[in-house]
């Protein structure tokens, strides 16, 4: 069964940091892109990252580009989001997923995207 599951979300004073985990299962990370989303209560659900299968070439959007990192661990079959210089704008409901199209060719284009984990939320609060 194919599957992702976040973890890693919770409380965290601005400034600080936080790293997720999007483990996979019934399919192997890095025979496939996987990207970061986040949706914020009320906001349309935004691309923040992806990592490709290939050479692990990354992807990031605009508002994470410099702070946001995305990693994976073949071993672990898990690709990581690490979050520095968090800003109170970047709580939301984290999630990745798995594209049927690279992001290098169609970005964060929703429609291409077909697994989806649960999501984890992230606080970013004093």
């Known amino acids: 069964q194919v599957q992702l599951v976040e973890s890693g979300g919770g409380l965290v004073q601005p400034g600080g940091s936080l790293r997720l985990s999007c483990a996979a299962s019934?399919?192997?990370?890095?025979?496939?892109?996987i990207g970061w989303f986040r949706q914020a209560p009320g906001k349309e659900r935004e691309g923040l990252s992806c990592?490709?299968?290939?050479?692990?070439?990354?992807y990031y959007g605009d508002s994470v580009k410099g702070r946001f990192t995305i990693s994976r661990d073949n071993a672990k079959n898990t690709v990581y989001l690490q979050m520095n210089s968090l800003k109170p704008e970047d709580t939301a409901v984290y999630y990745c997923?798995?594209?049927?199209?690279?992001?290098?060719?169609?970005?964060?284009?929703?429609?291409?995207?077909?697994?989806w984990g649960q999501g984890t939320l992230v606080t970013v609060s004093s």
């Open positions: 019934g399919f192997p990370v890095d025979y496939y892109y």
């Open positions: 990592i490709s299968p290939t050479d692990g070439s990354t």
């Open positions: 997923a798995r594209p049927t199209q690279g992001c290098s060719a169609y970005g964060f284009d929703l429609r291409y995207f077909e697994v």
